[in-house]
């Protein structure tokens, strides 16, 4: 279990100045919850300790209950997510600091923990969801996009939906039959929501409290075979903003955009180019996929000339589909060669002996690579 030291009670000049509660809360507070909590303008900025080198379940659990300590209004709930603590102890201890009341399990029934947390939501909560694993948001499917995505819109705005869904995500794993799904194209495709992928443990913790704080819906699709990857984390600062990518690797032969697990990828396969070609491969890390910054993508095409786009979901109609696309329209005098994409197959997720011949590697990267520099 992580151990997390409870922060004591803000005081004096170090306690943040409250907000009215309209401006707040963007509707309208529960009942009995107003402007006297004394709750911070940006609580997701309050300075707390810098924590050791984490892990990214330990990031996301500290995310969890830096939000949680932060503002009363955020609540945990999901399949096994309080007694056992989650399938990767995630939300390992959240239960016992803050009580069964803000983290709780669920019934097995996805679509009820949507709703609940739509209805929680309208009713001036902050609710964050876990679906236990990706292949499981399908019964969700309808309450994520015929609601959650639109209730914004639908009442012009008058009614805030911040409501953050976590979702243990793609593969690699080894595990069985839809616990091995990439299903960031679906979200993307809705308008209204929000998709993040961290690829880094100060990346897990700083997306997981930034996208709790957003008035919008937001997917957050936890890379989980990067779970036990170890990094110093910072919690004073985010390295980034919200929305951002980031330049994993400078290059000036090809760019590499990716995300979430294949950023680990890219960055060995750009190793490789190097030693034995001496090719200059630069990774975008594209951390947010709507928002996009397409800017960072785009001036890096502009440098290379070359472009190749990398994820784990099948070719067809997966969001490098997209990202080629608009590479091509908005930069073709800028490029040297096609845009390629090294992807997952147009085939159902395999069995687990067979997954690491089905998830784009390092081979199947630089294979792309070295076409578009055959280019003239």
């Not at 980034?240 to 590499?256: H, I, Q, S, Y």
Request: hydrophobic residues 40%; aromatic residues 8%.
């Amino acid at each position: 279990m992580t151990q997390i030291i409870e922060r004591p009670p803000m005081q004096g000049d170090d306690a943040p100045e409250p907000l009215g509660g309209q401006e707040r809360w963007g509707h309208h507070p529960p009942e009995g919850q107003g402007d006297d909590r004394g709750i911070g303008a940006d609580p997701m900025l309050t300075a707390v300790p810098t924590a050791p080198t984490l892990t990214m379940a330990q990031a996301i659990n500290r995310a969890l209950h830096d939000a949680m300590a932060a503002d009363e209004r955020v609540l945990v709930f999901g399949e096994d997510v309080a007694t056992l603590g989650g399938v990767f102890r995630v939300t390992e201890g959240l239960a016992d600091t803050f009580g069964g009341q803000r983290c709780f399990d669920t019934p097995l029934a996805e679509s009820a923990i949507v709703g609940i947390a739509i209805g929680m939501a309208i009713r001036g909560f902050v609710p964050v969801p876990e679906i236990q694993f990706d292949g499981f948001a399908a019964p969700a499917f309808d309450q994520m996009v015929s609601h959650l995505a639109k209730y914004r819109m639908r009442t012009r705005g008058d009614v805030d939906m911040p409501v953050t869904i976590r979702i243990p995500s793609f593969g690699g794993i080894g595990a069985v039959e839809h616990h091995s799904e990439s299903t960031e194209s679906y979200w993307l495709h809705t308008a209204g929501l929000k998709v993040v992928v961290p690829s880094t443990p100060s990346d897990a913790y700083w997306l997981l409290r930034q996208s709790i704080t957003s008035r919008d819906p937001v997917i957050y699709l936890e890379p989980k075979r990067r779970y036990w990857t170890r990094e110093a984390l910072d919690t004073n600062a985010p390295a980034l903003p919200f929305g951002r990518a980031a330049v994993r690797r400078t290059g000036a032969d090809v760019t590499v955009v990716t995300y979430g697990s294949l950023v680990a990828t890219a960055m060995s396969a750009a190793d490789l180019a190097a030693d034995q070609h001496g090719w200059g491969l630069e990774v975008i890390d594209l951390r947010s996929l709507n928002p996009l910054d397409f800017d960072t993508v785009a001036d890096s095409v502009r440098k290379t000339g070359r472009a190749v786009v990398m994820h784990e979901g099948p070719r067809t109609l997966g969001f490098g589909a997209e990202l080629a696309a608009r590479i091509q329209e908005e930069l073709f005098y800028h490029l040297e060669a096609p845009v390629l994409r090294a992807t997952g197959f147009d085939t159902p997720y395999p069995p687990a002996r067979l997954e690491k011949l089905w998830l784009p590697g390092p081979d199947r990267l630089l294979d792309c690579v070295e076409r578009v520099m055959e280019q003239p």
